[in-house]
């Protein structure tokens, strides 16, 4: 009766153990297997950023994301993401957006840079308005932490010190002008009341 007993519990807790494996093993594959984001959807590219370690991807997949979510996230209803979202993804997004910030911002860079003088306060005023209208991921922050949580704003301007420090000289000197342009035409357009909804 006792080695009955024995067998019974023995397959109970094997039977267990598969199914904890099969469904971890679910959700690596969910997790793991996305397309390349050239191709990815709306939902996928969301996927990207809040399943997977940025840090491990390549710089042209982390600029890849950049430019194609700079498309898809017009519009978004960030509330209603935020529902579907758990705190580690809520944490994982947020560990991500420097990654992503970075490969955009170094394209808005270079296109300040290859523009004409007067053609600049149009770059800077583009880079703003997106700025602003991304603000709505706020609510997306997992302030479940006694740590401070950046808004995106303050996140990118944070980054922006980072990565002027690792610059090279020249480098350095080019984010400099730009980062100055940047505030300055902010700082001008928040005391004119000036924002993306009255400008369009």
Not at 125 to 145: E, H, V, Y
Not at 165 to 172: T, V
Request: aromatic share 8%.
């Amino acid at each position: 009766m006792k080695t009955h007993r024995g067998i019974i519990r023995l397959t109970t807790f094997l039977a267990i153990g598969l199914f904890l494996a099969l469904l971890i093993g679910s959700a690596w594959v969910y997790s793991s297997q996305l397309p390349d984001p050239e191709h990815a959807d709306r939902g996928e590219l969301i996927r990207w950023m809040v399943t997977r370690d940025l840090r491990q991807e390549s710089p042209r997949t982390r600029e890849v994301l950049a430019l194609r979510l700079e498309k898809e996230f017009v519009d978004v209803d960030w509330e209603g993401l935020g529902s579907q979202m758990s705190t580690e993804h809520r944490r994982r997004l947020w560990a991500n957006l420097p990654l992503i910030l970075e490969p955009w911002f170094m394209h808005k860079l270079e296109d300040y840079s290859n523009r004409d003088a007067n053609e600049r306060q149009q770059c800077v005023d583009a880079i703003i308005d997106r700025m602003t209208k991304l603000s709505g991921m706020n609510c997306l922050r997992d302030q479940s932490t006694d740590q401070s949580v950046p808004k995106l704003k303050e996140l990118m301007f944070e980054q922006i010190e980072v990565w002027k420090k690792r610059a090279d000289p020249e480098e350095k000197k080019r984010i400099g002008q730009f980062f100055a342009a940047i505030q300055a035409r902010w700082l001008i357009r928040k005391l004119s009341g000036d924002t993306p909804s009255a400008r369009h």
